[in-house]
């Protein structure tokens, strides 16, 4: 099973701030918060990811709060691209881990003219 | 340019017959993983692997094998024992030590 939990779906206007919250209550200390993607009918896409600092990237932001067991990704000027399916995931980040990764369901995210 | 190569794109077969669905990269990534996912689905994982020779079974293994003979190939085979075969299949590898994925394109089967 997955071990987070999201909204099944979103609506943000254009050009606002689109902020989509995650819930990984049972998330273990080594474990890293992963943001991905889903533009229909397309392969999922890397968008940031983090362990206990709030993280930036050219694509959005990261906030994770301090006990860790929830996160909120942020778009900061939402565009009509920005339409599709968010999954937050948690994975341990070593070199000899052999996880397996695991989705669930998403946030479908519909940012509206 | 590095990526993750899928192919067939759109794949058709009848009912009974093994299909293999090709994933290739040139990332030089050590991980390999293959997902279905179905309409207005998440992702659901089959198999993975973490070095060549040596894979694991996902969630949904049942109907499916693989295998892993070099690091830049990983070949799906969805066999006649796979119940409901028609489905987005996505392929995936990653670095051990960054852990983002990177995905394929994908192929989608469908099965008459």
């Known amino acids: 099973d997955a071990k987070t939990t999201q909204p099944t779906s979103m609506d943000c206007a254009e050009g606002r701030a689109a902020n989509l919250p995650c819930n990984h209550s049972?998330?273990?200390?080594?474990?890293?918060v992963y943001w991905y993607r889903q533009i229909h009918s397309q392969g999922p896409q890397y968008i940031i990811h983090?362990?206990?600092n709030n993280e930036t990237n050219e694509m959005a932001s990261l906030i994770i709060t301090e006990d860790r067991k929830s996160s909120t990704l942020i778009l900061p000027h939402a565009t009509l691209r920005d339409t599709a399916v968010y999954y937050c995931?948690?994975?341990?980040?070593?070199?000899?881990?052999?996880?397996?990764?695991?989705f669930g369901p998403g946030t479908s995210l519909s940012v509206i003219p | 340019d590095g990526g993750i190569t899928q192919s067939p794109k759109y794949l058709f077969r009848k009912e009974g017959q093994n299909v293999t669905l090709s994933c290739e990269q040139n990332?030089?990534?050590?991980?390999m993983y293959w997902y279905r996912q179905d309409p207005g689905q998440g992702l659901r994982l089959i198999y993975y692997?973490?070095?060549?020779?040596?894979?694991q079974k996902g969630d949904i293994a049942e109907g499916y094998s693989v295998s892993r003979e070099k690091k830049e190939s990983f070949p799906l085979t969805v066999t006649s024992a796979q119940k409901n075969p028609t489905a987005f299949y996505l392929c995936?590898?990653?670095?051990?030590?960054?852990?983002?994925?990177?995905f394929g394109e994908g192929s989608r089967l469908t099965v008459l």
């Open positions: 049972t998330i273990s200390g080594n474990e890293y």
């Open positions: 692997s973490q070095i060549v020779n040596d894979f």
């Open positions: 995931i948690v994975r341990v980040r070593m070199q000899t881990s052999y996880d397996k990764v695991i």
């Open positions: 995936a590898s990653s670095m051990v030590v960054t852990g983002e994925l990177f």
């Open positions: 990332l030089n990534h050590d991980a």
């Open positions: 983090g362990l206990k």
